[in-house]
């Protein structure tokens, strides 16, 4: 059990809640879904002195899609809501299926992107779908705002780009290109309730031919301290044309760059021969959503 008191708050509006969280971000943490900040408190990772609740502020809710910008994403939006959303599951797919398999339902209902992101772990599950879709975060404080390229977030184990009185307000997700897609693959002990033992996000946009490769992204979790992307294999696969020698290279090259560690739930040698066989796969569906994409 936490042993000191935990002060509580729950805002009734974005404005008070930053209005609060600026006063107190030294000693805040903030609570929207809690699945896992629960967890660390109980552990005595954390110890707060206060929990701001912003779990029913609708100004954090929502999901909408404009052609320019693509797929917006509010923080406080619920994973369930993001696994449903007919928006998110026709302009985002690999995103609706990431959080599909995120956690149980009860989770999916509790939890936001916010969290599973702000977490900061790298065997998260939304992350590398977030890399691949090249997402642009909207950062928010009291009187202000900024933007950050997600692949500039995670800094090192459990530690973000965050600043002190920052939170995730928004994510952004640019429209795909006509011959473009994304895709997710994990690999887990069973089918459902279980933390991945790694996963991989990629995105793959082919050039006018359909055979050529214009932009390939990477982006791996549980090979390192934090999830993030092969821009090494990345930039040999540009170029390249679609084929064995294409899946090879991209299949050897996040090998390479992959940094795995021995856990509870895999060993690193086990991790780095499946990273390539995800890889592949993973690609592999991108090319198959593409060509479903054109018809």
């Not at 809690?34 to 912003?54: F, M, N, S, W």
């Not at 797929?71 to 994973?79: E, L, P, R």
């Not at 599973?116 to 705002?145: F, K, M, W, Y």
Request: some cysteine; aromatic content about 6%.
């Amino acid at each position: 059990m936490h042993s000191e008191p935990i002060e509580y708050e729950k805002p009734a509006s974005l404005r008070e809640f930053e209005s609060i969280y600026a006063a107190k971000a030294e000693d805040a943490k903030i609570l929207s879904g809690g699945t896992d900040l629960h967890v660390l408190i109980k552990e005595k990772l954390l110890a707060p002195r206060l929990l701001i609740d912003i779990s029913d502020l609708p100004e954090l809710r929502g999901i909408s899609y404009d052609p320019v910008r693509g797929v917006t994403i509010m923080a406080g939006t619920k994973i369930a809501e993001i696994e449903r959303s007919p928006l998110v599951k026709e302009h985002a797919p690999a995103l609706a299926f990431a959080a599909a398999n995120l956690g149980s339902n009860q989770v999916r209902w509790m939890a936001t992107m916010a969290g599973n992101i702000c977490h900061a772990s790298p065997a998260a599950e939304t992350p590398p779908v977030l890399l691949a879709h090249d997402c642009e975060l909207l950062i928010a404080r009291q009187g202000g705002e900024r933007t950050l390229p997600i692949s500039r977030f995670f800094l090192s184990y459990r530690k973000t780009a965050l600043e002190t009185g920052e939170y995730v307000k928004a994510f952004r997700l640019p429209p795909l290109p006509a011959r473009a897609a994304v895709s997710y693959r994990f690999k887990g002990l069973r089918k459902a309730m279980e933390i991945d033992m790694l996963n991989i996000g990629a995105y793959l946009e082919l050039g006018e031919d359909g055979t050529s490769v214009n932009e390939v992204r990477l982006a791996m979790g549980s090979v390192g301290p934090v999830t993030y992307r092969a821009v090494v294999t990345e930039q040999k696969l540009k170029g390249m044309r679609i084929g064995e020698e294409f899946f090879a290279a991209a299949c050897d090259g996040v090998v390479q760059e992959a940094t795995p560690i021995d856990d509870v739930r895999a060993s690193a040698q086990y991790r780095n021969r499946v990273i390539g066989v995800l890889t592949r796969r993973a690609l592999e569906e991108c090319l198959h959503r593409i060509g479903e994409r054109r018809g």
